[in-house]
């Protein structure tokens, strides 16, 4: 597996295991879109997308965690806001 497949997988596990639940108790969701250079773009879906705290969650929640369960990670940011990774 070439390491960017195997970053992608190590992303996608914490979210589906340490964030995505969290995020579903208040009806919101959260998936990957894409992984460049360390930065990971997400879309957050439900109640995330029109909650106003949604900025908080993304960088003190869903950023932080990231960060300390996957070394590399630089950043998270939302996909739609850089239509350059709107899919992968």
């Known amino acids: 597996m070439n390491s960017y497949n195997n970053l992608r997988e190590r992303i996608l596990e914490v979210i589906e295991r340490d964030i995505k639940p969290y995020l579903e108790m208040d009806g ?25 705290s949604s900025n908080m969650t993304l960088k003190r929640g869903v950023e932080a965690i990231l960060k300390r369960k996957v070394s590399g990670i630089r950043a998270v940011k939302l996909a739609g806001l850089d239509s350059t990774f709107a899919s992968d």
């Open 28 to 52: 919101g969701s959260i998936s990957l879109v894409n992984v460049y250079e360390g930065v990971v773009y997400v879309e957050l879906t439900g109640a995330c997308e029109t909650c106003p």
